[in-house]
């Protein structure tokens, strides 16, 4: 058996009618630069969210730095942050969440994660802002959570210090598109909200694509003057923006795929269900846990404990199973943030996860015997540990 992480071409199958016609569409009337299908997704994930803003931009990417910019201008009248300006985020998720606060100006602030759901913990984020003198202080201007694998962060207790020390709470959906808090679409539930279509996400285009969600008029209008060369007007800018417009084309295929997106995490969700219901038990793993039945696994990560990593991923491997690992390097150990981040006391646990996380196949397609599979396979990699 063959059981890949993911399989797109499967999915292609699934909903070809719509998505072919959707493209059809634009071979019509060749509206290729901010067409019709980019405004009827902004307002169908506007609706979808119950978000008063929704901008379609160019990558999850271009979103976090577009709103981080546009933050800046809300809350300094400043195009950039400063260097002193800090921003709180994990050290354990992927490099853009980083990369973007480097690019709005600001310096990253890495605080540890739970170990328990491998997002930012939000009692560090608290006691490395009360550590700082107040001159220091008011220099911390936001948090960014982190959903990872889908998993929604403790949003009630980011908000509370956030809102304790005047924070903004930029939220990085990437992973968890459709994921909900208490009722609230995430997304939502901060100041605003970014998204990924990177091809492999729960939401993801035949390309690259993001998208901005927020309820401030403030920042959704400097996110549309950013993405456009930073003018109201095209021939005439008056600040420095981008070209990270959200490509028509994409925008079709989203659309298509948009319909199937809470079937497909109800899909990914009985997958994750059935993993931790049978691998719950064993020994030498420790699977993911649903605190509060929102995850939309993204993807569903174990850790493989006793150093077994290597061992564990040859073994599904070598019975024709695909794993990954998301992600290996924490960022505070990446060249990239070398003198130009903070890191608050040690990222223990983010080190940690690093060394010991496994992701499964979580192919929302995937079939019950292929399931089954991963799950008898990986049984008999931990009673062969156990025995040895
Ligand atoms: C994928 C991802 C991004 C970046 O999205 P792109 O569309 O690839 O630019 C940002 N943050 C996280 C957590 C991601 O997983």
New binding site residues.
């Given amino acids: 058996m063959n059981v890949p992480m993911l399989d797109l071409i499967r999915e292609y199958e699934y909903m070809k009618p719509e998505i072919d016609s959707g493209i059809r569409t634009c071979l019509s009337h060749q509206k290729w630069i901010l067409g019709p299908e980019v405004g009827e997704l902004e307002s169908r994930i506007a609706t979808y969210l119950k978000s008063k803003h929704c901008i379609g931009v160019s ?6 730095v577009l709103s981080l910019r546009a933050l800046s201008m809300n809350l300094k009248g400043k195009e950039f942050f400063d260097r002193e300006d800090m921003i709180l985020t994990t050290a354990f ?2 490099v ?2 980083g990369d973007a606060i480097l690019r709005s100006g600001a310096t990253p602030v890495f605080v540890d994660i739970d170990p328990n759901t491998f997002n930012i913990d939000s009692t560090q984020i608290r006691s490395f802002v009360e550590s700082l003198p107040s001159k220091k202080r008011i220099r911390v201007v936001g948090i960014i959570p ?1 959903h ?1 694998y889908g998993l929604t962060c403790d949003m009630d207790e980011i908000n509370k210090v956030a809102k304790d020390h005047h924070l903004f709470v930029l939220e ?1 959906v ?2 968890a598109f459709g994921g909900q808090w208490k009722g609230a679409k995430l997304g939502t539930i901060g100041d605003a909200g ?1 998204f ?3 091809p492999s ?1 729960n939401l993801g285009g035949f390309g ?3 998208m901005v969600s927020t309820e401030s008029d403030g920042i959704a209008e400097f996110v549309r003057i950013l993405l456009k060369h930073g003018g109201r007007d095209k021939y005439d800018s008056g600040c420095l923006g981008f070209n990270a417009r959200l490509d028509t084309l994409q925008a079709a295929v989203i659309l298509a795929k948009l319909k199937y997106l809470d079937e497909f995490n109800e899909k990914r969700k009985r997958i994750g269900t059935r993993y931790t219901g049978q691998l719950g038990g064993l020994k030498g793993i420790a699977c993911p846990g649903d605190q509060r039945g929102g995850h939309v696994y993204h993807q569903y990560t174990l850790r493989v404990k006793n150093g077994r990593r290597n061992e564990f991923r040859a073994c599904l491997h070598e019975n024709g199973i695909a794993t990954m690992v998301y992600y290996p390097i924490p960022l505070h150990q990446m060249k990239l943030f070398k003198n130009r981040c903070v890191v608050y006391q040690t990222l223990m646990e983010s080190e940690r996860a690093a060394q010991e996380v496994v992701s499964l196949p979580i192919e929302p397609l995937l079939t019950e015997p292929e399931t089954q599979f991963v799950i008898d396979t990986i049984k008999r990699f931990d009673k062969k540990g156990q025995a040895g």
């Avoid at 990558?59 to 976090?64: H, P, Q, R, Y």
């Fill in positions: 990558s999850g990417t271009e979103a976090l998720t992927f853009a969440t982190v990872l990085d990437a992973q970014c990924s279509f990177f996400k690259d694509g993001g």
